[in-house]
Protein backbone atom coordinates (compact mmCIF):
# COMPACT_ATOMS: atom_id res chain seq x y z
CA UNK A 1 0.00 0.00 0.00
CA UNK A 2 1.41 3.85 -1.09
CA UNK A 3 0.55 6.63 1.53
CA UNK A 4 0.89 9.80 0.22
CA UNK A 5 1.01 13.05 1.93
CA UNK A 6 -1.41 14.70 -0.59
CA UNK A 7 -3.82 12.29 1.41
CA UNK A 8 -3.07 13.35 4.93
CA UNK A 9 -3.30 16.35 7.21
CA UNK A 10 0.72 17.19 6.96
CA UNK A 11 0.23 16.74 3.37
CA UNK A 12 -2.36 18.65 2.66
CA UNK A 13 -0.52 21.48 4.41
CA UNK A 14 2.43 21.27 2.37
CA UNK A 15 0.78 20.09 -1.06
CA UNK A 16 2.95 17.67 -2.00
CA UNK A 17 3.16 14.20 -3.07
CA UNK A 18 5.54 12.05 -0.65
CA UNK A 19 5.18 8.32 -1.85
CA UNK A 20 6.53 5.55 0.69
CA UNK A 21 5.99 1.79 0.82
CA UNK A 22 5.69 1.81 4.75
CA UNK A 23 6.84 -1.91 4.58
CA UNK A 24 10.04 -3.51 4.67
CA UNK A 25 13.29 -2.88 5.06
CA UNK A 26 14.36 -0.22 2.83
CA UNK A 27 11.68 1.83 4.16
CA UNK A 28 14.42 4.75 6.26
CA UNK A 29 16.05 5.09 2.53
CA UNK A 30 12.49 5.17 1.01
CA UNK A 31 11.43 8.12 3.11
CA UNK A 32 15.08 9.50 2.74
CA UNK A 33 14.66 9.71 -0.90
CA UNK A 34 11.12 11.00 -1.02
CA UNK A 35 12.19 13.56 1.24
CA UNK A 36 15.17 14.71 -0.66
CA UNK A 37 13.50 14.37 -4.20
CA UNK A 38 11.04 16.68 -2.84
CA UNK A 39 13.45 19.23 -1.93
CA UNK A 40 15.75 18.90 -4.93
CA UNK A 41 12.70 19.00 -6.91
CA UNK A 42 10.82 22.12 -5.34
CA UNK A 43 7.92 20.96 -3.67
CA UNK A 44 9.40 21.58 -0.76
CA UNK A 45 11.12 25.19 -0.65
CA UNK A 46 13.39 26.85 1.09
CA UNK A 47 12.30 27.41 5.08
CA UNK A 48 9.19 25.52 4.82
CA UNK A 49 8.66 23.91 8.37
CA UNK A 50 7.95 19.91 8.08
CA UNK A 51 5.71 17.59 10.22
CA UNK A 52 7.45 16.54 14.12
CA UNK A 53 8.50 13.06 13.47
CA UNK A 54 5.61 12.27 15.57
CA UNK A 55 3.20 13.35 12.88
CA UNK A 56 4.72 12.34 9.89
CA UNK A 57 5.30 8.61 11.61
CA UNK A 58 1.49 8.70 12.37
CA UNK A 59 0.43 9.82 9.32
CA UNK A 60 2.68 6.84 7.21
CA UNK A 61 1.88 4.05 9.61
CA UNK A 62 5.47 3.53 10.48
CA UNK A 63 8.11 3.88 13.41
CA UNK A 64 9.14 7.27 14.88
CA UNK A 65 12.49 6.54 14.84
CA UNK A 66 12.20 5.42 11.19
CA UNK A 67 11.38 8.97 10.52
CA UNK A 68 13.90 10.51 12.94
CA UNK A 69 16.59 8.85 11.32
CA UNK A 70 15.22 9.68 7.74
CA UNK A 71 15.49 13.61 8.92
CA UNK A 72 18.66 13.19 10.74
CA UNK A 73 20.38 11.54 7.53
CA UNK A 74 19.06 14.87 5.47
CA UNK A 75 20.05 17.13 8.04
CA UNK A 76 23.74 15.75 7.67
CA UNK A 77 23.71 16.19 4.00
CA UNK A 78 22.65 19.50 4.17
CA UNK A 79 18.76 19.60 2.93
CA UNK A 80 17.38 19.96 6.03
CA UNK A 81 18.21 22.01 9.28
CA UNK A 82 16.93 21.27 12.72
CA UNK A 83 17.17 23.78 15.52
CA UNK A 84 15.29 23.58 19.17
CA UNK A 85 12.58 25.48 19.52
CA UNK A 86 11.93 25.70 15.85
CA UNK A 87 11.72 22.43 14.23
CA UNK A 88 12.67 20.54 11.33
CA UNK A 89 12.99 22.99 7.90
CA UNK A 90 14.15 22.81 4.36
CA UNK A 91 17.24 24.35 4.53
CA UNK A 92 18.44 27.51 2.49
CA UNK A 93 20.64 25.88 0.14
CA UNK A 94 22.40 27.93 -2.40
CA UNK A 95 20.84 27.21 -5.94
CA UNK A 96 22.14 28.02 -9.70
CA UNK A 97 18.71 29.84 -10.81
CA UNK A 98 18.37 28.50 -14.41
CA UNK A 99 19.60 31.33 -16.41
CA UNK A 100 17.63 33.30 -18.75
CA UNK A 101 18.90 32.60 -22.57
CA UNK A 102 19.12 35.89 -24.28
CA UNK A 103 17.34 35.43 -27.45
CA UNK A 104 13.86 35.62 -28.94
CA UNK A 105 14.07 31.76 -29.63
CA UNK A 106 15.40 30.43 -26.76
CA UNK A 107 14.69 26.91 -25.19
CA UNK A 108 13.30 26.08 -21.48
CA UNK A 109 16.60 26.02 -19.54
CA UNK A 110 15.96 21.71 -18.76
CA UNK A 111 14.44 20.50 -15.69
CA UNK A 112 11.89 23.16 -15.30
CA UNK A 113 8.42 22.61 -14.72
CA UNK A 114 7.16 25.95 -16.00
CA UNK A 115 8.98 28.42 -18.30
CA UNK A 116 7.72 32.25 -18.13
CA UNK A 117 11.22 33.19 -19.36
CA UNK A 118 9.89 36.51 -21.93
CA UNK A 119 10.12 35.83 -25.60
CA UNK A 120 8.60 32.88 -26.52
CA UNK A 121 4.32 32.62 -27.42
CA UNK A 122 1.96 29.80 -26.61
CA UNK A 123 3.60 27.29 -29.68
CA UNK A 124 0.60 24.82 -28.57
CA UNK A 125 -1.99 27.52 -29.92
CA UNK A 126 0.13 27.53 -33.31
CA UNK A 127 -3.01 26.97 -35.80
CA UNK A 128 -1.91 23.68 -37.03
CA UNK A 129 -4.84 23.15 -39.27
CA UNK A 130 -5.44 26.42 -40.78
CA UNK A 131 -1.37 26.41 -41.60
CA UNK A 132 -1.74 22.77 -43.38
CA UNK A 133 -4.76 24.48 -45.66
CA UNK A 134 -2.64 26.85 -46.80
CA UNK A 135 0.31 25.63 -47.11
CA UNK A 136 -1.55 22.81 -49.50
CA UNK A 137 -3.66 26.00 -51.41
CA UNK A 138 0.12 27.57 -52.32
CA UNK A 139 1.77 24.22 -53.31
CA UNK A 140 -0.58 23.55 -55.66
CA UNK A 141 -1.08 26.86 -57.09
CA UNK A 142 2.95 27.68 -57.13
CA UNK A 143 4.73 28.30 -60.73
CA UNK A 144 7.43 25.47 -61.29
CA UNK A 145 10.31 28.55 -61.05
CA UNK A 146 9.51 28.91 -57.44
CA UNK A 147 10.95 25.77 -56.38
CA UNK A 148 14.26 27.31 -57.80
CA UNK A 149 16.66 29.41 -56.24
CA UNK A 150 14.81 32.69 -56.57
CA UNK A 151 14.80 36.64 -55.68
CA UNK A 152 17.88 37.14 -53.09
CA UNK A 153 14.93 39.65 -51.44
CA UNK A 154 12.50 36.63 -51.18
CA UNK A 155 9.06 35.69 -52.88
CA UNK A 156 6.79 38.29 -55.08
CA UNK A 157 3.65 36.50 -53.14
CA UNK A 158 5.07 37.11 -49.53
CA UNK A 159 6.64 40.42 -50.46
CA UNK A 160 3.14 41.40 -51.72
CA UNK A 161 1.11 39.96 -49.51
CA UNK A 162 3.14 41.91 -46.13
CA UNK A 163 3.29 45.17 -48.29
CA UNK A 164 -0.75 44.91 -47.81
CA UNK A 165 -1.03 44.06 -44.06
CA UNK A 166 1.84 46.05 -42.63
CA UNK A 167 0.23 49.17 -44.23
CA UNK A 168 -3.27 47.69 -42.81
CA UNK A 169 -1.93 46.81 -39.23
CA UNK A 170 1.20 48.61 -38.51
CA UNK A 171 0.92 51.82 -40.72
CA UNK A 172 4.31 51.22 -42.69
CA UNK A 173 4.80 52.50 -46.04
CA UNK A 174 5.94 49.36 -48.05
CA UNK A 175 6.49 48.56 -51.38
CA UNK A 176 7.12 44.95 -52.10
CA UNK A 177 10.51 46.08 -54.03
CA UNK A 178 11.82 47.58 -50.60
CA UNK A 179 11.02 44.38 -48.82
CA UNK A 180 13.59 41.56 -47.79
CA UNK A 181 12.47 38.46 -46.49
CA UNK A 182 15.14 37.03 -43.96
CA UNK A 183 15.36 33.85 -41.39
CA UNK A 184 14.65 35.97 -38.50
CA UNK A 185 15.24 39.17 -36.22
CA UNK A 186 19.08 38.06 -35.74
CA UNK A 187 19.85 37.28 -39.56
CA UNK A 188 18.18 40.57 -40.22
CA UNK A 189 20.57 42.23 -37.87
CA UNK A 190 23.29 40.62 -39.37
CA UNK A 191 22.93 41.74 -42.43
CA UNK A 192 22.32 45.54 -41.46
CA UNK A 193 25.77 44.85 -39.23
CA UNK A 194 27.51 44.30 -42.27
CA UNK A 195 25.81 47.42 -44.05
CA UNK A 196 26.45 49.64 -41.52
CA UNK A 197 30.13 48.43 -41.16
CA UNK A 198 30.85 49.02 -44.87
CA UNK A 199 29.41 52.75 -44.50
CA UNK A 200 31.87 53.14 -42.55
CA UNK A 201 29.39 53.63 -39.18
CA UNK A 202 31.46 52.55 -35.91
CA UNK A 203 28.57 53.49 -32.84
CA UNK A 204 25.68 52.37 -32.65
CA UNK A 205 22.96 53.95 -29.93
CA UNK A 206 20.88 51.13 -28.02
CA UNK A 207 18.45 50.99 -25.41
CA UNK A 208 19.29 50.82 -21.54
CA UNK A 209 17.12 47.36 -21.19
CA UNK A 210 17.22 44.61 -24.27
CA UNK A 211 19.11 41.39 -25.18
CA UNK A 212 22.79 40.96 -25.00
CA UNK A 213 22.49 38.69 -28.22
CA UNK A 214 21.12 41.42 -29.99
CA UNK A 215 24.13 44.04 -28.89
CA UNK A 216 26.64 40.99 -29.30
CA UNK A 217 25.64 40.54 -32.93
CA UNK A 218 26.22 44.62 -34.01
CA UNK A 219 29.63 44.08 -31.57
CA UNK A 220 30.73 40.85 -34.08
CA UNK A 221 30.07 43.18 -36.92
CA UNK A 222 32.84 45.68 -35.86
CA UNK A 223 30.32 47.75 -34.28
CA UNK A 224 30.79 49.74 -30.65
CA UNK A 225 26.86 49.53 -28.95
CA UNK A 226 25.98 53.12 -26.19
CA UNK A 227 22.89 52.63 -24.45
CA UNK A 228 20.67 55.87 -24.58
CA UNK A 229 19.38 57.02 -20.67
CA UNK A 230 15.94 55.07 -19.66
CA UNK A 231 13.59 57.00 -17.30
CA UNK A 232 9.79 57.24 -16.64
CA UNK A 233 9.42 58.51 -20.39
CA UNK A 234 11.36 55.58 -22.24
CA UNK A 235 14.30 55.64 -23.69
CA UNK A 236 15.50 59.44 -23.67
CA UNK A 237 16.12 59.74 -27.40
CA UNK A 238 17.14 63.20 -27.33
CA UNK A 239 20.53 62.74 -25.95
CA UNK A 240 20.95 61.49 -29.39
CA UNK A 241 20.89 65.16 -30.22
CA UNK A 242 24.62 66.08 -28.25
CA UNK A 243 26.18 64.11 -30.57
CA UNK A 244 28.34 61.98 -27.96
CA UNK A 245 29.51 59.48 -29.34
CA UNK A 246 29.04 60.25 -32.83
CA UNK A 247 26.48 56.98 -33.82
CA UNK A 248 25.54 56.38 -36.90
CA UNK A 249 22.57 54.05 -35.87
CA UNK A 250 20.09 53.78 -33.37
CA UNK A 251 18.48 50.60 -32.10
CA UNK A 252 14.88 50.59 -30.81
CA UNK A 253 11.48 48.80 -30.17
CA UNK A 254 9.64 52.10 -29.86
CA UNK A 255 5.69 50.34 -30.27
CA UNK A 256 6.67 48.36 -26.93
CA UNK A 257 9.95 48.45 -25.13
CA UNK A 258 11.81 45.15 -24.82
CA UNK A 259 11.74 44.56 -21.83
CA UNK A 260 10.30 47.28 -19.30
CA UNK A 261 6.69 47.44 -21.82
CA UNK A 262 6.30 50.79 -22.40
CA UNK A 263 5.77 53.14 -25.87
CA UNK A 264 8.12 55.47 -27.11
CA UNK A 265 7.00 58.67 -25.82
CA UNK A 266 5.61 60.98 -29.03
CA UNK A 267 8.22 63.67 -28.44
CA UNK A 268 11.12 61.19 -28.56
CA UNK A 269 9.92 59.62 -31.43
CA UNK A 270 9.60 62.80 -33.22
CA UNK A 271 13.40 63.62 -31.59
CA UNK A 272 14.52 60.41 -32.98
CA UNK A 273 13.85 61.07 -36.51
CA UNK A 274 14.72 64.84 -35.86
CA UNK A 275 18.07 63.28 -35.65
CA UNK A 276 18.05 60.77 -38.42
CA UNK A 277 17.08 63.85 -41.01
CA UNK A 278 19.69 65.79 -39.81
CA UNK A 279 22.41 63.52 -39.49
CA UNK A 280 21.85 61.01 -42.29
CA UNK A 281 21.56 58.06 -39.76
CA UNK A 282 19.58 54.99 -39.77
CA UNK A 283 16.98 53.91 -37.65
CA UNK A 284 16.16 50.34 -36.62
CA UNK A 285 13.36 49.65 -35.60
CA UNK A 286 12.65 46.31 -33.71
CA UNK A 287 8.43 45.86 -33.89
CA UNK A 288 8.86 42.47 -32.38
CA UNK A 289 5.14 42.22 -31.02
CA UNK A 290 3.63 44.83 -32.09
CA UNK A 291 0.36 43.32 -33.12
CA UNK A 292 -0.37 42.88 -29.30
CA UNK A 293 -1.97 45.38 -27.66
CA UNK A 294 -4.87 45.33 -25.48
CA UNK A 295 -5.65 48.89 -24.29
CA UNK A 296 -6.21 50.92 -27.44
CA UNK A 297 -5.18 50.31 -30.81
CA UNK A 298 -1.78 49.28 -31.69
CA UNK A 299 0.92 52.04 -31.49
CA UNK A 300 1.72 52.35 -35.09
CA UNK A 301 5.43 51.95 -36.22
CA UNK A 302 8.07 54.68 -36.22
CA UNK A 303 8.75 53.95 -39.74
CA UNK A 304 5.87 55.89 -40.91
CA UNK A 305 6.99 59.29 -39.83
CA UNK A 306 9.84 58.64 -42.12
CA UNK A 307 10.33 55.39 -44.55
CA UNK A 308 13.45 56.86 -45.67
CA UNK A 309 15.18 56.84 -42.82
CA UNK A 310 13.88 53.86 -40.59
CA UNK A 311 14.97 50.11 -41.43
CA UNK A 312 11.50 48.45 -40.28
CA UNK A 313 12.15 44.55 -38.66
CA UNK A 314 9.37 42.22 -38.65
CA UNK A 315 8.95 38.18 -37.65
CA UNK A 316 6.38 35.70 -37.65
CA UNK A 317 7.85 34.35 -34.60
CA UNK A 318 5.56 36.01 -32.00
CA UNK A 319 2.14 35.91 -33.96
CA UNK A 320 2.84 32.56 -34.79
CA UNK A 321 6.19 30.66 -33.88
CA UNK A 322 9.72 31.44 -33.88
CA UNK A 323 10.88 27.69 -35.90
CA UNK A 324 9.45 29.63 -38.90
CA UNK A 325 11.91 31.29 -39.35
CA UNK A 326 10.46 34.29 -41.24
CA UNK A 327 11.10 37.78 -40.49
CA UNK A 328 11.08 40.56 -42.85
CA UNK A 329 12.88 44.25 -43.63
CA UNK A 330 11.08 46.90 -45.08
CA UNK A 331 14.31 49.08 -46.62
CA UNK A 332 14.85 52.94 -47.00
CA UNK A 333 15.46 52.54 -51.44
CA UNK A 334 18.81 53.99 -50.21
CA UNK A 335 19.69 50.59 -48.39
CA UNK A 336 18.80 47.79 -50.60
CA UNK A 337 21.13 46.90 -52.77
CA UNK A 338 23.37 46.85 -49.89
CA UNK A 339 21.44 44.43 -47.55
CA UNK A 340 20.85 42.36 -50.94
CA UNK A 341 24.72 42.12 -51.34
CA UNK A 342 24.95 41.24 -47.79
CA UNK A 343 22.45 38.58 -48.10
CA UNK A 344 23.61 36.99 -51.54
CA UNK A 345 22.74 36.10 -54.92
CA UNK A 346 20.10 34.03 -53.97
CA UNK A 347 17.26 33.66 -51.31
CA UNK A 348 19.30 30.73 -49.60
CA UNK A 349 18.48 31.30 -46.18
CA UNK A 350 14.51 31.32 -45.88
CA UNK A 351 12.47 28.19 -47.12
CA UNK A 352 10.26 28.93 -50.24
CA UNK A 353 7.00 26.63 -49.41
CA UNK A 354 6.83 28.67 -45.98
CA UNK A 355 7.38 32.20 -47.56
CA UNK A 356 4.34 31.20 -49.96
CA UNK A 357 2.28 29.67 -47.42
CA UNK A 358 2.27 32.65 -45.34
CA UNK A 359 1.22 34.70 -47.84
CA UNK A 360 -1.50 32.46 -48.32
CA UNK A 361 -2.22 32.71 -44.93
CA UNK A 362 -2.28 36.63 -44.97
CA UNK A 363 -4.55 36.87 -48.36
CA UNK A 364 -6.82 34.06 -46.89
CA UNK A 365 -7.52 35.99 -43.98
CA UNK A 366 -6.58 33.16 -41.55
CA UNK A 367 -3.47 35.35 -40.03
CA UNK A 368 -5.67 38.15 -39.19
CA UNK A 369 -8.16 35.45 -37.47
CA UNK A 370 -5.63 33.68 -35.55
CA UNK A 371 -3.90 37.29 -34.56
CA UNK A 372 -7.32 38.33 -33.10
CA UNK A 373 -7.69 35.15 -31.16
CA UNK A 374 -3.86 35.35 -30.21
CA UNK A 375 -4.79 38.10 -28.56
CA UNK A 376 -7.63 37.67 -26.37
CA UNK A 377 -6.13 34.68 -24.90
CA UNK A 378 -3.12 36.68 -23.92
CA UNK A 379 -5.26 39.66 -22.12
CA UNK A 380 -6.90 36.83 -20.80
CA UNK A 381 -3.99 36.13 -19.32
CA UNK A 382 -2.93 38.98 -18.31
CA UNK A 383 -5.53 40.06 -16.68
CA UNK A 384 -5.28 36.51 -14.36
CA UNK A 385 -1.77 37.41 -13.45
CA UNK A 386 -2.77 41.11 -12.54
CA UNK A 387 -5.96 39.86 -10.28
CA UNK A 388 -3.39 36.82 -8.80
CA UNK A 389 -0.65 39.62 -8.00
CA UNK A 390 -3.42 42.33 -5.99
CA UNK A 391 -4.65 39.12 -4.39
CA UNK A 392 -1.77 37.24 -3.15
CA UNK A 393 1.63 39.58 -3.92
CA UNK A 394 0.37 43.09 -3.05
CA UNK A 395 3.51 44.43 -3.06
CA UNK A 396 4.44 43.31 -6.09
CA UNK A 397 3.31 45.98 -9.29
CA UNK A 398 3.42 44.99 -12.42
CA UNK A 399 4.35 47.27 -15.48
CA UNK A 400 4.28 47.38 -19.14
CA UNK A 401 0.95 45.49 -19.55
CA UNK A 402 -0.80 47.43 -21.66
CA UNK A 403 0.91 45.08 -24.85
CA UNK A 404 2.82 42.07 -25.36
CA UNK A 405 3.44 38.64 -23.99
CA UNK A 406 5.13 39.90 -20.76
CA UNK A 407 5.11 41.77 -17.79
CA UNK A 408 7.39 43.07 -15.71
CA UNK A 409 6.65 42.88 -11.76
CA UNK A 410 8.20 45.57 -9.81
CA UNK A 411 9.84 43.94 -6.42
CA UNK A 412 10.83 45.37 -3.13
CA UNK A 413 14.03 46.52 -3.21
CA UNK A 414 16.92 44.42 -2.40
CA UNK A 415 14.83 40.93 -3.31
CA UNK A 416 15.16 40.30 -7.56
CA UNK A 417 18.03 37.66 -7.08
CA UNK A 418 16.29 35.91 -3.67
CA UNK A 419 12.96 35.92 -5.61
CA UNK A 420 14.69 34.21 -8.64
CA UNK A 421 16.10 31.67 -6.54
CA UNK A 422 12.84 30.83 -4.74
CA UNK A 423 11.47 30.16 -8.55
CA UNK A 424 14.38 27.92 -9.06
CA UNK A 425 12.86 25.94 -6.00
CA UNK A 426 9.87 25.64 -7.49
CA UNK A 427 11.54 24.69 -10.96
CA UNK A 428 9.48 28.06 -12.25
CA UNK A 429 11.99 29.83 -15.22
CA UNK A 430 11.76 33.53 -14.61
CA UNK A 431 14.12 36.36 -15.71
CA UNK A 432 15.59 39.03 -13.20
CA UNK A 433 15.39 42.60 -14.96
CA UNK A 434 19.09 43.58 -14.13
CA UNK A 435 19.94 40.58 -16.85
CA UNK A 436 18.44 42.77 -20.05
CA UNK A 437 20.61 45.85 -18.52
CA UNK A 438 23.48 46.89 -20.79
CA UNK A 439 26.63 46.54 -18.75
CA UNK A 440 27.63 50.52 -19.92
CA UNK A 441 24.25 51.32 -19.09
CA UNK A 442 24.33 55.10 -17.28
CA UNK A 443 25.13 54.28 -13.14
CA UNK A 444 21.26 54.51 -11.57
CA UNK A 445 19.69 52.70 -8.59
CA UNK A 446 19.07 49.30 -9.25
CA UNK A 447 15.34 48.60 -9.52
CA UNK A 448 14.56 45.28 -8.74
CA UNK A 449 11.97 43.13 -11.11
CA UNK A 450 11.44 40.43 -12.66
CA UNK A 451 10.16 40.30 -16.40
CA UNK A 452 7.70 37.19 -16.87
CA UNK A 453 6.74 36.12 -19.60
CA UNK A 454 2.96 34.96 -19.15
CA UNK A 455 2.21 34.03 -23.12
CA UNK A 456 5.04 31.10 -23.20
CA UNK A 457 2.98 28.09 -21.16
CA UNK A 458 0.05 26.07 -22.67
CA UNK A 459 -3.57 27.16 -21.89
CA UNK A 460 -4.06 23.84 -19.86
CA UNK A 461 -0.11 24.59 -17.42
CA UNK A 462 -1.03 28.63 -17.29
CA UNK A 463 -2.78 28.61 -13.77
CA UNK A 464 -0.45 26.34 -12.46
CA UNK A 465 2.42 28.25 -13.42
CA UNK A 466 0.62 31.85 -12.03
CA UNK A 467 -0.03 29.66 -8.58
CA UNK A 468 4.09 28.26 -8.75
CA UNK A 469 4.74 32.40 -9.39
CA UNK A 470 2.91 33.89 -6.91
CA UNK A 471 4.57 31.40 -4.13
CA UNK A 472 8.02 32.65 -5.12
CA UNK A 473 6.85 36.09 -4.68
CA UNK A 474 7.51 38.12 -1.47
Not at 13 to 31: C, Y
Not at 90 to 114: D, F, I, K, T
Not at 158 to 174: D, E, F, I, P, Q
Not at 224 to 237: I, K, N, R, V
Request: glycine share 10%; proline share 7%; with cysteine.
Amino acid sequence: MVESWATSPSGQALGIDLHVEPTGSGLRKGLTDALRDAVRGGRLAPGVRLPSSRTLAADLGIARNTVADAYADLVAEGWLTARQGSGTRVAERPVEAPRPVPARGHRAPAGLRYDLHPGTPDLSSFPRAEWLKASRRALNAAPNDALGYGDARGRIELRTSLAGYLARARGVHADPDRIVICSGFVHGLMLLGEVLRGRGVRDVAVETYGLDIHWNILTRSGLHTHPLPFDQLGTCTDELATGEPDVGAALLTPAHQFPMGGALHPDRRTAVVDWARRTGGLILEDDYDGEFRYDRQPVGALQGLDPDRVVYFGTASKSLAPGLRLGWLVLPPSVIGEVIEAKGVADWSCGVLDQLTLAEFIDSGAYDRHVRGARLRYRRRRDQLVDALAERAPDVHPTGIAAGLHAVLQLPPGTEQSVVRAAAWQRLGVSGLSSFRHEAAPAEPPVDALVVGYGTPPDHAWASALEALCRALP
